[in-house]
C-alpha cells in the first residue's frame, strides 16, 4: 500500500480524530490523519484545558489575595504576572500536545499538516500548509473537523477590540474594562480569569439567566457566586451593535425598551460556536448538512455517503471533547 493509499483517513485532530485515528491503528490499519493546526483541537490548544489551567493559577491568586490572612499568610504588593501565568498555561498545552505526538509516531501514524476535501470515489483532496496539493485515498473517511466560534454579523473579530475565545484564553495584559457577550460557560469561565486579576467585568445575556443551558435553580445560585466574585450580569439585553473611537469599544444593547451601553477595552464574544464543515467538498460529494451546517450522521456515525463518517462538533448534540 503506497503513502497515498490507506484504509482510514481521519480529517482533524482533536479529541475525537486523534483517537478515532489510534483506534483504527491499533485495530491493524493503516491510517492518516490530517490536520491544519496543532494536535489536539481546540479542547487542547484553545479550549478546555487552557481555560482550566487559567482558572486554576487564577483561583489560588484570588484565594490569597482575599483569604491568605484567615491562614496566617500574609505577602505585600501580591500580583500576578500575566505573561508566567501565559508560560505556564503554554507549559500545559505543549506537554499534552506532545504526548498526542508521539503517540500518533508510536502507531506509525501519518501526520499530513493542511487542509482535506473531500473528492468522492474514496478520494481526499489535501493541501499542505504551503500550498502545495496531493490526493489521498481510503475506504474510510472520518471528518472531525470540529467547530469555530461564532461571530454576531456587526462584531467582526479583530483580534484587538472584538475578540473570540481563542483570542480571549492568551490575552498580553489585563484589559480594565471586559464586556462579555454571552453567558454560557465560555464567556463565565474566561470572564472568571480576567475579573479574578482586577477586569472589569459585565457580562452581557439575550437570556433572562446565566448559564442558561442549566437547571434554573442551577442558574440561579451560579449568578450569586458569579457576583459575589465581581462580575456584572446585564440579562435579557439583546445586543444591537457597537462603535470602535480611540481605542476603546462602546457596544449598545436594549432591554424591554431601554437602551444600554457599555465601553470597553476588550469585547470578548461568546455566543456559541459552530460547525467547521465549510470547504469540506460537502456540495462535489452530496454530503448532507443540516440547516446549522451539522453533518447529518445516523446512530453509527454513518454519513450519506457511503464510506464516509462524521465526530464530534459537525454533528449534532453538546459540542464537548468528552462526547466526541
Known amino acids: 500500500m503506497s503513502e497515498t493509499q490507506f484504509d482510514v483517513i481521519v480529517l482533524g ?3 475525537g480524530g486523534y483517537v478515532a485515528a489510534i483506534r483504527a491503528a491499533q485495530l491493524g490499519m493503516k491510517v492518516a490523519i490530517v490536520e491544519k493546526s496543532n494536535l489536539g483541537g481546540t479542547c487542547l490548544n484553545v479550549g478546555c484545558i487552557p481555560s482550566k489551567a487559567l482558572l486554576h493559577s487564577t483561583e489560588m ?3 490569597f489575595k482575599h483569604h491568605g490572612a484567615d491562614h496566617g499568610i500574609t505577602a505585600k504588593g501580591l500580583a500576578m504576572d500575566v505573561n508566567t501565568l501565559m508560560e505556564k498555561k503554554q507549559s500545559v498545552v505543549t506537554k499534552l500536545r506532545g504526548g498526542i505526538d508521539q503517540l500518533l509516531k508510536a502507531r506509525k501514524i501519518t501526520h499530513f499538516k493542511g487542509t482535506g476535501k473531500l473528492l468522492g470515489n474514496s478520494k481526499l483532496g489535501v493541501t499542505a500548509l504551503e500550498g502545495a496539493t496531493h490526493e489521498i485515498q481510503a475506504k474510510h ?4 473537523t470540529g467547530s469555530a466560534p461564532i461571530e454576531l454579523p456587526f462584531m467582526r473579530f479583530d483580534g484587538e477590540l472584538i475578540i473570540s475565545s481563542d483570542d480571549g484564553i492568551a490575552l498580553p495584559e489585563v484589559p480594565k474594562k471586559l464586556v462579555v457577550v454571552g453567558a454560557g460557560a465560555i464567556g463565565l469561565e474566561l470572564g472568571c480569569v480576567w475579573n479574578r486579576l482586577g477586569s472589569d467585568v459585565t457580562v452581557v445575556e439575550l437570556l ?5 443551558t442549566f437547571d434554573t435553580d442551577i442558574c440561579k445560585a451560579a449568578e450569586r457566586v458569579f457576583k459575589k466574585q465581581g462580575l456584572k450580569f446585564e440579562l435579557g439585553a439583546k445586543v444591537t451593535g457597537v462603535k470602535q473611537a480611540k481605542g476603546k469599544a462602546y457596544l449598545t444593547a436594549e432591554r ?3 437602551v444600554l451601553e457599555f465601553e470597553a477595552d476588550k469585547i470578548l464574544v461568546a455566543v456559541g460556536r459552530k460547525p ?8 462535489t460529494v452530496g454530503l448532507q448538512l443540516d440547516e446549522r451546517k451539522r453533518i447529518v450522521v445516523d446512530k453509527h456515525y454513518c454519513t450519506n455517503v457511503p464510506g464516509v463518517y462524521a465526530i464530534g462538533d459537525v454533528t449534532t448534540g453538546p459540542m464537548l471533547a468528552h462526547k466526541a
Open 13 to 15: 485532530a482533536g479529541p
Open 61 to 63: 491568586f484570588a484565594f
Open 141 to 144: 473517511i472520518i471528518i472531525a
Open 208 to 212: 433572562p439567566n446565566v448559564a442558561p
Open 256 to 258: 424591554d425598551g431601554q
Open 276 to 283: 467547521y464543515t465549510d470547504g469540506l467538498g460537502a456540495d
